[in-house]
């Protein structure tokens, strides 16, 4: 029962641009949300995260969007750049600070 | 800052031979978790600790793996006996209370 889901496994765009990875999720005991970033041969590293009370959440170039009636969230890059280019989890908890239930990943590649 | 730090990064071993992987939480967070990721399953948590005890170890496959926090700077996770199946990227994490989770670097487990 996949409860975090990522339903697309790669997304492609050009520098500059903006970049909308999307994650759904189906347990309504989840109510803090996260996005982390991984490179290759590293741990995820933490970008942004945004509680059930809200619907966005903005750090430089990172917002993350939360739908909580459509279970929905989404995390916008703007500007895109090279250096973005990894796989982004999107993360899941019924409280924050207990266990996360991560989303398959999508790969961005971003395009110079 | 010293972030997580886990050891060994890479780890490879034979059939039958226990295995023991450390991780050093971000000093002052209280809760640590041990997470493996693998093709099919993705990153999927195993156990973890608030304030060294363990709270959720429902992640942990089979009695062949046990997770240890003697203290509040050190935690161990043991595969014995190891198996190929075993054969992952383990990663430790650690948060302060409500917080959003810090991953260390993997530890490269395989098992022959």
Redesign the interface.
């Known amino acids: 029962d996949q409860q975090v889901k990522q339903n697309s496994p790669s997304l492609s765009v050009q520098e500059g641009r903006i970049s909308i990875l999307n994650c759904d999720y189906t347990n309504s005991m989840f109510d803090y949300f996260?996005w982390?970033k991984k490179y290759p041969?590293?741990?995820?590293?933490?970008l942004i995260?945004i509680s059930s009370i809200k619907d966005k959440n903005e750090d430089g170039r990172f917002t993350v969007f939360l739908n909580k009636s459509a279970k929905h969230l989404s995390l916008h890059i703007v500007p895109s750049q090279p250096g973005d280019s990894a796989v982004y989890?999107c993360a899941a908890s019924a409280?924050?600070?207990?266990?996360?239930?991560?989303?398959?990943?999508t790969q961005l590649t971003v395009n110079p | 800052d010293a972030g997580v730090i886990q050891s060994p990064r890479h780890e490879v071993t034979e059939m039958g031979q226990e295995v023991t992987l450390r991780c050093k939480p971000i000093s002052g967070h209280n809760s640590l978790f041990w997470y493996r990721q693998t093709m099919m399953r993705g990153l999927e948590l195993l156990i973890y600790f608030n304030n060294n005890v363990p709270i959720d170890d429902s992640g942990m496959p089979e009695d062949r793996f046990s997770a240890k926090m003697p203290n509040a700077s050190f935690s161990t996770l043991k595969i014995q006996p190891s198996e190929p199946r075993d054969s992952a990227v383990y990663f430790c994490a650690s948060s302060y209370p409500q917080g959003p989770q810090y991953f260390g670097p993997g530890t490269r487990l395989l098992v022959l």
């Open positions: 996260l982390y041969a590293e741990g995820p590293t933490f995260s989890f409280t924050s600070g207990s266990r996360l239930t991560f989303g398959e990943g």
